[in-house]
Nanobody, 123 residues
């Protein structure tokens, strides 16, 4: 059973940065596509960024140019570097994995989910 554990969330002032980490265990991590979604209070869970097994990436328009997804297969870890944070980035951020290896923005296509980490950006 694949387990994903996020860390790195917290409270940050607008314009600041945070780096989220997601450690994976229990599967063939290097072959999976990895994604990040976020969910603000009272809203649906939305796509943020994804990386496929061959390191191609995709970003939501709202974070493009500010967020960067990367992975370290030796450490079974995927990262989300978040710069120039805005109050509207406040949400619980979830790491997710897809066995097929192909990234997608479709939430239902992912197989495994972490428990989420809170990011709060204040102005």
């Amino acid at each position: 059973q694949v387990q994903l554990v996020e860390s790195g969330g917290g409270l940050v002032q607008a314009g600041g940065s945070l780096r989220l980490s997601c450690a994976a265990s229990g599967g063939i991590y290097s072959r999976y596509a990895m994604g990040w979604f976020r969910q603000a209070p009272g809203k649906e869970r939305d796509f943020v960024a994804a990386m496929n097994w061959s390191a191609g990436t995709d970003y939501a328009d709202s974070v493009k140019g500010r967020f960067t997804v990367s992975r370290d297969n030796a450490k079974n870890t995927v990262y989300l570097q978040m710069n120039s944070l805005k109050p509207e980035d406040t949400a619980v951020y979830y790491c997710t994995a897809r066995r097929s290896g192909l990234m997608t923005r479709l939430i239902d296509a992912y197989d495994y989910w972490g428990q989420g980490t809170q990011v709060t950006v204040f102005s």
